[in-house]
């Protein structure tokens, strides 16, 4: 499982600095969920999710904090998006 997370960390992580920006996050959810670009709140929520998952407030999301939304089987919980 661990490996199936981590690869998904690294597609995710396109500028490779170990951490998730908001755009990352952005492209990932809109990817997921295409009709999100149609939900006049899709900034806000996006704004939500990453807040919700960058626990520590640094700004950015790190490996830790994106396995918390990795549900058992491998796919993604995000909270207000799917």
């Not at 700004?59 to 089987?73: A, N, P, T």
């Amino acid at each position: 499982m661990i490996m199936k997370i981590q690869k998904a960390w690294g597609a995710l992580d396109t500028d490779k600095n170990n951490k998730l920006s908001k755009d990352e996050l952005s492209k990932l959810i809109k990817s997921l969920v295409p009709d999100i670009k149609d939900d006049p709140e899709c900034e806000e929520k996006i704004q939500t999710t990453y807040d919700k998952l960058d626990l520590n407030g640094d700004g950015h999301v790190s490996f830790f904090e994106f396995c918390k939304i990795v549900k058992m089987d491998g796919t993604l919980k995000i909270d207000g998006i799917n």
